[in-house]
């Protein structure tokens, strides 16, 4: 099959992009000006591998990876799994956690360094910082003392504090890894180099997994984090770099195979939430790890068959049959359709973010909100009318309704994957 508009040689100016999902390949042609021209999905060949897949699709589309540019994003090892040990979890654990979620990995707690149980989640990456860069760190250098990571059941572990203390953290853990404070010695929590070995962590995590070093080309030298793709996206719109408008307090969600990600306004959050983004961020994002319709179906459906308002959401989905599928959903006797798990991933996602149940997760006050986007490939299938009762749920009586819209173009992808360097961030 071939991309509508190929053409051998290249067009001057034009691009293309892939994203690599946990379900679908995506492949769209971009114009000179970075605008999405025409695109084309295909579901995930899970026998053939990435590397096969992909270049049947570029082969059927006229595309040649050494001769063409293509700009490339992948999901489909649903995220490098970071924790956090911090200092404190509303100052530097806030910023380590933006930084983290920016570079595209998921955040999957957040501890206090005394944190007495620690935790028994594995996780790819244990990341210990807090404090800025000073000498006299009497308070922080014995709590850094007291720190055991035994605690912790990790891949490898990293420090990200002051750096007067980083000798002294080395010597008692023999291999960590040390990034340069993010916090430094003005607290203003600057994206540097957690930033990018996290998101290195992530790419070289997602070659070894799933093959992607074997893509032709610089494919698989050039691979971006999908996740971070849809946060610039998300970023550019709201600053009015993209050609979707945004017109007030915004919920993005990113309903995926794996995870279903939160990108949100910071104006968003509760008045009273005791969570907090980072300051100076705009936007800001969360990972609900265990919500997803094909790799966490599992735990979605756990989650939503022991859901209180169960019933209200059927009815808000269905219309019909409510009563025969609910009494079939608490015996775990029904097998739901693919539109009807990406529903249960946005009400559950929604639902947690009005509570803040999650790790560092703010509380969200969906009063505020004027607009929610859904995008990603499980979004594709949802009815705005449907969508627009599951969010009445969570609504105050009598409260405004959003305006909700479905990205059918992932105009927030395209914003994201031609991000640069040079763009403000």
Same mark, same amino acid.
């Given at each position: 099959?071939?991309?509508?508009?190929?053409?051998?040689?290249?067009?001057?100016?034009?691009?293309?992009?892939?994203?690599?999902?946990?379900?679908?390949?995506?492949?769209?042609?971009?114009?000179?000006?970075?605008?999405?021209?025409?695109?084309?999905?295909?579901?995930? &060949?899970?026998?053939? #591998?990435?590397? /096969?897949? =992909?270049?049947?699709? !570029?082969?059927?589309? $006229? +595309? %040649?990876? *050494?001769?063409?540019?293509?700009?490339?994003?992948?999901?489909?090892?649903?995220?490098?799994?970071?924790?956090?040990?911090?200092?404190?979890?509303?100052?530097?654990?806030?910023?380590?956690?933006?930084?983290?979620?920016?570079?595209?990995?998921?955040?999957?707690?957040?501890?206090?360094? &005394?944190?007495?149980? #620690?935790?028994? /989640?594995? =996780?790819?990456?244990? !990341?210990?910082?807090? $404090? +800025? %860069?000073? *000498?006299?760190?009497?308070?922080?250098?014995?709590?850094?003392?007291?720190?055991?990571?035994?605690?912790?059941?990790?891949?490898?572990?990293?420090?990200?504090?002051?750096?007067?203390?980083?000798?002294?953290?080395?010597?008692?853990?023999?291999?960590?890894?040390?990034?340069?404070?993010?916090?430094?010695?003005?607290?203003?929590? /600057?994206?540097?180099?957690?930033?990018?070995?996290?998101?290195?962590?992530?790419?070289?995590?997602?070659?070894?997994?799933?093959?992607?070093?074997?893509?032709?080309?610089?494919?698989?030298?050039?691979?971006?984090?999908?996740?971070?793709?849809?946060?610039?996206?998300?970023?550019?719109?709201?600053?009015?770099?993209?050609?979707?408008?945004?017109?007030?307090?915004?919920?993005?969600?990113?309903?995926?195979?794996?995870?279903?990600?939160?990108?949100?306004?910071?104006?968003?959050?509760?008045?009273?939430?005791?969570?907090?983004?980072?300051?100076?961020?705009?936007?800001?994002?969360?990972?609900?790890?265990?919500?997803?319709?094909?790799?966490?179906?599992?735990?979605?459906?756990?989650?939503?068959?022991?859901?209180?308002?169960?019933?209200?959401?059927?009815?808000?989905?269905?219309?019909?049959?409510?009563?025969?599928?609910?009494?079939?959903?608490?015996?775990?006797?029904?097998?739901?359709?693919?539109?009807?798990?990406?529903?249960?991933?946005?009400?559950?996602?929604?639902?947690?973010?009005?509570?803040?149940?999650?790790?560092?997760?703010?509380?969200?006050?969906?009063?505020?909100?004027?607009?929610?986007?859904?995008?990603?490939?499980?979004?594709?299938?949802?009815?705005?009318?449907?969508?627009?009762?599951?969010?009445?749920?969570?609504?105050?009586?009598?409260?405004?309704?959003?305006?909700?819209?479905?990205?059918?173009?992932?105009?927030?992808?395209?914003?994201?994957?031609?991000?640069?360097?040079?763009?403000?961030?």
């Amino acid at each position: 099959m071939t991309l509508p508009g190929a053409t051998s040689p290249s067009q001057p100016g034009v691009r293309y992009a892939l994203d690599i999902g946990s379900t679908v390949v995506k492949l769209a042609r971009l114009d000179g000006a970075g605008m999405l021209e025409t695109q084309q999905f295909f579901p995930r &060949d899970f026998e053939a #591998g990435i590397a /096969r897949q =992909v270049g049947d699709v !570029l082969a059927a589309a $006229g +595309i %040649d990876p *050494e001769r063409d540019t293509i700009l490339a994003c992948s999901s489909a090892n649903g995220g490098l799994r970071i924790g956090i040990v911090c200092l404190t979890k509303h100052f530097s654990g806030a910023a380590l956690r933006n930084q983290i979620l920016l570079a595209g990995a998921n955040p999957e707690f957040v501890h206090d360094m &005394d944190e007495a149980n #620690g935790d028994s /989640r594995r =996780v790819d990456m244990l !990341l210990v910082g807090g $404090g +800025i %860069d000073c *000498e006299d760190a009497g308070p922080a250098e014995r709590r850094l003392l007291d720190f055991d990571p035994g605690r912790y059941r990790y891949g490898a572990l990293a420090y990200a504090g002051n750096r007067f203390l980083a000798d002294a953290f080395v010597q008692r853990f023999a291999g960590t890894l040390v990034i340069a404070n993010p916090l430094a010695d003005s607290l203003s929590g /600057r994206v540097g180099g957690v930033f990018e070995t996290v998101r290195r962590a992530y790419l070289d995590d997602l070659v070894f997994k799933e093959g992607v070093s074997e893509l032709p080309g610089q494919l698989g030298r050039s691979i971006r984090p999908t996740p971070e793709v849809a946060n610039r996206g998300f970023l550019r719109a709201v600053q009015n770099q993209s050609t979707f408008t945004i017109v007030g307090a915004c919920i993005v969600l990113d309903i995926g195979g794996a995870t279903t990600d939160l990108h949100y306004t910071v104006e968003v959050v509760s008045e009273a939430s005791l969570v907090r983004p980072a300051r100076g961020m705009s936007v800001a994002r969360y990972v609900f790890t265990d919500i997803g319709i094909v790799a966490s179906r599992d735990t979605l459906m756990a989650q939503l068959r022991g859901h209180t308002q169960l019933y209200e959401f059927l009815g808000a989905v269905l219309g019909q049959d409510v009563r025969d599928v609910f009494a079939a959903l608490r015996e775990g006797d029904y097998t739901p359709s693919p539109a009807l798990l990406s529903y249960a991933c946005l009400f559950l996602a929604l639902d947690r973010f009005a509570k803040g149940r999650g790790p560092g997760l703010p509380t969200g006050d969906l009063d505020k909100v004027a607009q929610i986007i859904l995008t990603g490939g499980a979004a594709q299938t949802l009815d705005v009318s449907a969508v627009n009762r599951v969010v009445a749920l969570m609504l105050s009586p009598g409260g405004a309704p959003p305006l909700v819209q479905v990205d059918q173009r992932y105009e927030i992808w395209v914003g994201g994957i031609t991000w640069t360097d040079d763009m403000p961030a």
